[in-house]
């Protein structure tokens, strides 16, 4: 007869239910023994570790549950053909300089550069036909501030939003106001998408294969 290790409180692979065992691991060994007629006993282990070597030093025949193959593992046991795969992630903390370099990496890709620079050149068509809509250079204020501090904050009022309504006065000057402030709202999906991407978060992943015994 054989004798069967597994180990309890390692859903959903084996745990005892009221008296009974279950999971998915000794389902489909009790699958296996059906068809093959083969008796044996089911021995608990306390831990995985143990249940192994169990297997090595004669107290089992074979380890039943869901066992993730390692490289050190396959020079001292023998597995049976994987019966499902996983994914495990590892988190580990990033320092503060990481995190930036991480951030400027993202912000000197060529793909969000050129986004930018897109964008900040159809601000800078914007804000020029609102220059001339409004009649910027016949204005009093324009005068006394100059021309190019006075273009720089149309400018800047058009490209950050906030304060746009005391740009302009006319319908036409409006509708150009609206074309930036849609602008803005269509960036900003495809910037932020871009800046995740680049610089995605600190750690590593790779799938585990699981075994039954």
Known sequence: MLRVGVVDGAPP????DAGAW???AIDLWNRIA???RLAYVVTEMPTVQEMLEGTRDGRLDLAVGCLNVSPDRLERYRFSLPFQEDGLAVMVVQ???DLGRSFLAALLTPALLQLLGGYLL????LALLT????RYPQQPQTLSQGRVRRFSKVF???ATGPGSNTLVVTTRGNSIVLAALHGEDRLSLPAGWLSHRECGTGGAGHGQRRDPF
């Open 131 to 134: 220059w001339n809509v409004e």
């Open 13 to 16: 692979c084996s745990y005892r």
């Open 22 to 24: 279950r999971g998915l």
């Open 95 to 97: 320092s503060r300089l």
């Open 34 to 36: 059906t068809r093959e």
């Open 122 to 125: 159809a601000i800078a068509l």
């Open 156 to 158: 800047q009022v058009l």
